[in-house]
């Protein structure tokens, strides 16, 4: 096992895969809080809430608490509490993030009057959300932000599109950038999971199956780096190489035997 104190693992592709656990998933959880590991698990998907995940891993054998969960949605309503509390948001986004961001204070509208827009992974996107977020950037001065960059999300059996296609849609059409993306690799993310954990960077791991964010992330900040290959990223990848995980296994269960 590796020495690290705090552990961090991403869910889809590296936990599970769809509605299916990853074998060994369950075992090498469970024996890292044996072992007195702190866990926190770590999403840029924004489609459920904290409640909702950890539910989801309980019900699959990983015991959770909401607080063990650090995902986009939560860290964007931190985030932009501290920036702008209680502001008029436009969201691209399902209503676990609406939810989130009114908890928080904020002021959802179905229309162009805000003063941001916040992009998210949006199964519901259409023409009408593009069109709103274009007059509300262009019209009424509206800054983006979004949750995650992430390209497609891993499912059972393949692919999904996600965030980055909203992004690049109402970039496109604003010809506006995206001022902040609070998910991985952001560090504002690592921070919100790292004082979850309660612990220094160097003292904990990464365990993630996407290199452009958990593996850059994890190096960028100093924490270890465990790639897997059971989710987004597959053998013979070249740019394992280039960018140098410090451990790459085929899947979860094999974090114990190292």
């Known amino acids: 096992m590796l020495p690290h104190r705090g552990w961090l693992f991403d869910l889809d592709g590296t936990v599970y895969r769809g509605p299916v656990l990853i074998p060994g998933a369950a075992e090498t959880i469970a024996a890292l809080r044996?072992?007195?590991?702190?866990?926190?698990?770590?999403?840029?998907?924004?489609?459920?809430?904290?409640?909702?995940?950890?539910?989801?891993?309980t019900q699959l054998g990983i015991p959770a608490r909401s607080d063990d969960i650090v995902n986009s949605s939560v860290v964007l309503a931190r985030y932009l509490a501290?920036?702008?509390?209680?502001?008029?948001?436009?969201?691209?986004?399902?209503?676990?993030?609406?939810?989130?961001?009114?908890?928080?204070?904020f002021e959802t509208r179905p229309d162009e009057h805000v003063r941001w827009v916040v992009i998210a992974f949006d199964r519901t996107f259409d023409y009408a959300k593009l069109n709103t977020a274009l007059q509300a950037v262009t019209r009424h001065g509206a800054r983006l932000i979004a949750t995650n960059p992430d390209r497609t999300c891993p499912v059972e059996g393949g692919e999904i599109p996600d965030c980055a296609g909203m992004i690049a849609a109402v970039e496109a059409v604003t010809g506006h950038?995206?001022?902040?993306?609070?998910?991985?690799?952001?560090?504002?993310?690592?921070?919100?999971?790292?004082?979850?954990?309660?612990?220094?960077?160097?003292?904990?791991?990464?365990v993630g199956d996407r290199l452009e964010t958990d593996i850059l992330m994890g190096k960028?900040?100093?924490?270890?780096?465990?790639?897997?290959?059971?989710?987004?990223?597959h053998p013979g990848d070249p740019r394992i190489a280039e960018v140098a995980p410090?451990?790459?296994?085929?899947?979860?269960?094999?974090?114990l035997v190292r």
Request: with cysteine; proline share 8%.
């Open 34 to 57: 044996a072992a007195g590991r702190r866990v926190v698990f770590l999403s840029n998907k924004p489609l459920y809430s904290r409640v909702e995940y950890a539910r989801t891993l």
């Open 82 to 105: 501290r920036q702008d509390p209680g502001a008029p948001l436009f969201v691209i986004g399902e209503s676990s993030l609406v939810g989130e961001l009114q908890a928080a204070g």
């Open 220 to 233: 960028a900040q100093g924490l270890g780096t465990v790639l897997v290959l059971s989710g987004i990223t």
């Open 246 to 255: 410090d451990v790459v296994l085929p899947s979860i269960r094999d974090v």
């Open 177 to 206: 950038r995206v001022e902040v993306v609070v998910g991985k690799p952001s560090p504002i993310i690592l921070g919100e999971a790292l004082r979850a954990l309660d612990l220094p960077p160097d003292h904990c791991a990464i």
